[in-house]
């Protein structure tokens, strides 16, 4: 194992988490330890109901763990405050959501922005590069329901990696999208992977796209069942 | 923090929220554009009142009282205008009473008010007439001007001849405009002016009459009436004559008129209050809107902070649009509000924008949206991220917010704050908030009581269309609490505000169409006219009641202690003046400290008392006991009203002198009186037991009833011609009268709470637009599932009709309770349900509701399912 100077970029330690529910306590994630290298690509893989997006969650500091611990890029997650986390996000996370999750009174390019701008760093010609790398150069004045969902997730991707991210966050990005057009987006994922060494996260039902991985965890009842590096 | 990007974001998201801008814009402009009519036109009261000052009074002194001036008097102004080495100084006298104006062409007969004015007066202002200039030739004599009014109710035309007692006048013009006079005054008996010196022939100022007598005083030197006026009032109030000054007019009035307009405003708080209400509900629903973008912006790194101001910034601009808006429409409003008013007012308002009033109204509407805002805006801070990964409908719960009860607490205080200092008291604004906490607080209990017994007994067995709509009334997101709330207070006020006027008027509608109630007043009437007055009503086959005697007489001494003095000498020498030190066995003095003596009013005013062997049907004996048997010896009796009794600070049993024109009678009190004072009859203050005042000078009082008209005119006239200087009250023309002045008394009010109920109505919009996202998946699935559009629809009307329904009731029931409260302890009316009436204004709220909740639906029955599935 490498530690976070020369690599680990993200790693948990006895995650688990349970919830209250009527009366009885519910495990949706036991005990799960794993850590990951700076430009690595995970996918998280399992049924309905394993506690993948839980694990998402907990990964990316969106939710706090029942116990054991996650550092992402060398901050230990749970030591500090909520507006400390989302600071830290700005900083190195990028997010691709399945309902792409863009902010609907915002124009294409305005979304892509946001990242930048909320580091107040220059966003307007960056922005408008990455709507062009993701093939939408000439749609970035276009509001979000004027896109197709091919589209908007594109400038979701295009918004993820904007503050060039160390590490990328995808829940389900190919779940509300044809075959063709998912088989794009990863490519375009994958792409920018390899290109700005971004570490990729992605959870996943779609087996084309966990292939495409170099490590594969499989989640059943909150338990990693399977965990399975591509060489 | 970022700044730009908290402000840049705050400016994009407002982008798609028009419908919503519009709307908030609209609760804030309602309130602000009411507040800045009624306080820039407040302002503009005390402009006008300064600038007119010396024309509302007409002259820089003056003095008046009941009683002719004695020489005395009269040589003191003479020497004292003589020693004004300014020189130009001038004196006028002006004689008031109550008289039966009567124009033989045409038979028309009035009681008017007499004004006989003397050379010279008024020597500031100017009083327009038509046709032009007449006002001057007034002094040739034979002439008179008259109130407009007074025309088509004598039937009679410029130039027709006008008989007043034993004379006959030229009506030789209408009076316009009198600086300083209050319009609505003529309605209780119109104005006729003539020359001082036609006054005596006319033999109306007899014995006994009630008279004002007024001395009007110009100086060389203006700047010195102030100084006169304090060191004389005292002596004169001994004399019984009152000194006023221009200052002390103005001072007067602007006092009473900025109470008066800075009360108002409360009612003009209120709508924008309820606009806050507006902006506190759209943002909640809002916010809920925006849960998805805030947890995606969360999630990429934005902090609580930074969303919550970007919202919070969206609130304040949205309160500055509004605020601008309504300042603009309240600097219009402004333009109608003196026409509201006119005739209640004694001087001609200039009306221009006044920029504190903008100034205040634009802050305090940037200040309530903001404070409205504050409450749904803290829910912000508790969206998690988590929720871009999972939908949820809320913002977490969470642990009770600390800054929640801070938010609370400053919106508390805000609403004391903005009405402190609207009316400038801390007590009458803590009053006001906790009456609008109160109403607030029933219309939200009311809500909750409705929303909960509908969920606990809901009607299983009506059809299912119904059970929809009033499922709605529950269903999360309902609208219920807010449209109640909204509605409720708009409503609440207008009901309040008729039901008083209502109750109030209905005490003298009733008088008026019982049968066999009086309702015809001759008074006036002298010892030896008595007889004839009633022959001719019971000639005409309208018998008078039994004569009543009034002897006029003042109070010489309580329980033994004088109560004046004689009168102190008046001394024209400037410096050094003898005012002499108010007397210590004086009991009249208001002064401060000490034990509290009897009130002055009730110590120094003329009484009009009577005398009777027995008690009226409007008076109950509430102490001791009422005589009977013949008089015994020692002092006479007397009975006295128990509020007079209490201000004289007697009891049964105390000794009271009476001074009558002179004689003394002693009496002592056998029993006290409470009257109710709302019958048209005669009552009196003090009653004597007969054997006491038989020959004192006095007058006497008829009363009678005819039914129609017609018959009412013919008495008044036959009466007229015969003696002059009886006067008649015809009960329904006073009617008449107090019904106008009433209702142009409330106009205002009402005007101004018509903006709270519009305030309500746009809160309802807003509710009603907010929650329609909601209601048209609902609508869209129901047609999905095979509903036609009549079903939907039939869905809706149930639920906006139930929620009209309810807001109407809850508004109702709150106004009758306050209307009551009102009517029993200050007004001491008698209090009763106009149930017709309040059904309309039911039925106006349930239109309102249902045509706004239709309006704003409209899209849930023209959508087609399909679009609206996709969009989703």
Known sequence: ?231 | MNLPFVFRLAWRESRAARRRLGLLVGSVAAGVAALVAINGFTDNLRTSVGAQAKALLGADLNISGRKPFPERIESWADSMLAADSAGGGAKARVTAFAAMAFVPRTTGVRLVQVRAVGPGYPFYGEITTSPADRWRALGEGGKVLVDPTLLPALGAEIGDTLSLGNSRFVIDATVNNIPGDVGVASAFGPRIFIADRDLAATGLVQFGSRVDYDLYLKLGDPAKAQGIAQKYSLPFRDLRYRVRTVEDDRQDLTDTLTRLGNYLGLVALVALLLGGLGVASATHLFIRQKLPTIAVLRCLGATAAQVFLAYLAQALAMGLLGSLVGAGLGVAIQQVLPRLVADLLPVDVTIAASPMALIVGISLGIWVAAVFALLPLLGVRRISPLATLRRTDEPAPGRRDPLTWLAFGLLAASVVGLAAVQVRNLEDGLYFAGGVGAVVLVLWLASLGLIKGLRRYFPTKLPYLWRQGLANLYRPANQTGTVILALGFGAFLLATLFLVQYNLLREFRVGGALGGRPNLMFFDIQKSQVAGVETILAEGGHPGTAPVPIVAMRIHSLKGALVRPPGTAIDTTEDEGDTAPPDSTRASGSGQGGPRRPGGWAVRREYRSTYRDTLTDSETLVSGEWWTGPRGDGPGRVSLDRDVADELQVVVGDDIVWDVQGALIPTRVASLREIDWGRFQTNFYAVFEPGLLEQAPQMAVVLARADSAADRGRLQRQIAERYPNVSAFDLSQVQQAIEGVLDKATLAVRFLALFSLAAGTIVLIGAVTTARLQRLREGVLLKTLGATQRQVLRILVTEYVALGVAAALVAIVLSSGAGWALAKFVFEARFDLPVVSLSGLTALLIGLTLVVGLWSSAEVLKRPPLEILRGE
């Open chain 1, 1 to 231: 194992m490498t530690s976070s100077a020369n690599g680990t970029m993200l790693s948990c330690e006895g995650l688990t988490q349970t919830y209250l529910s009527g009366g009885r306590r519910l495990t949706v994630l036991n005990n799960i330890t794993f850590s990951l290298e700076r430009g690595g690509f995970l996918a998280i893989v399992g049924p309905s109901g394993s506690g993948k997006t839980t694990l998402l969650g907990l990964l990316a500091g969106l939710d706090r763990p029942s116990a054991g611990r996650v550092v992402l890029d060398g901050h230990d997650l749970g030591s500090m405050t909520e507006d400390e986390r989302a600071e830290l996000r700005s900083q190195k996370v990028g997010f691709v959501f399945q309902s792409f999750h863009l902010i609907p009174t915002l124009t294409a390019r305005e979304n892509v922005q946001v990242p930048l701008e909320l580091r107040g760093e220059p966003a307007e010609e960056r922005a408008q590069e990455l709507l062009a790398r993701v093939g939408l150069g000439d749609r970035s004045h276009h509001y979000p329901s004027q896109l197709s969902g091919g589209e908007q997730q594109r400038v979701a991707l295009a918004r993820a990696f904007s503050a060039r991210p160390q590490i990328l966050f995808a829940d389900e990005p190919t779940g509300n999208l044809d075959a063709k057009t998912g088989g794009s987006i990863v490519d375009l994922m994958t792409g920018l992977n390899r290109e700005i060494g971004t570490t990729l996260v992605l959870v996943t039902h779609d087996r084309d796209l966990a292939a495409k991985a170099r490590r594969m965890i499989r989640l059943a009842d909150g338990n990693v069942v399977e965990d399975i590096t591509h060489s």
